[in-house]
């Protein structure tokens, strides 16, 4: 369970800078 939870969480940690970084380049155009 513990390392599920810690896949989870990497893969949540992933999405949300993907979508910040996204936001990001299309805000500095």
């Not at 369970?1 to 155009?29: H, I, L, Q, W």
């Amino acid at each position: 369970p513990n390392f599920v939870s810690s896949f989870a969480y990497g893969d949540y940690v992933f999405f949300f800078y993907r979508e910040t970084a996204v936001e990001y380049m299309n805000c500095g155009k």
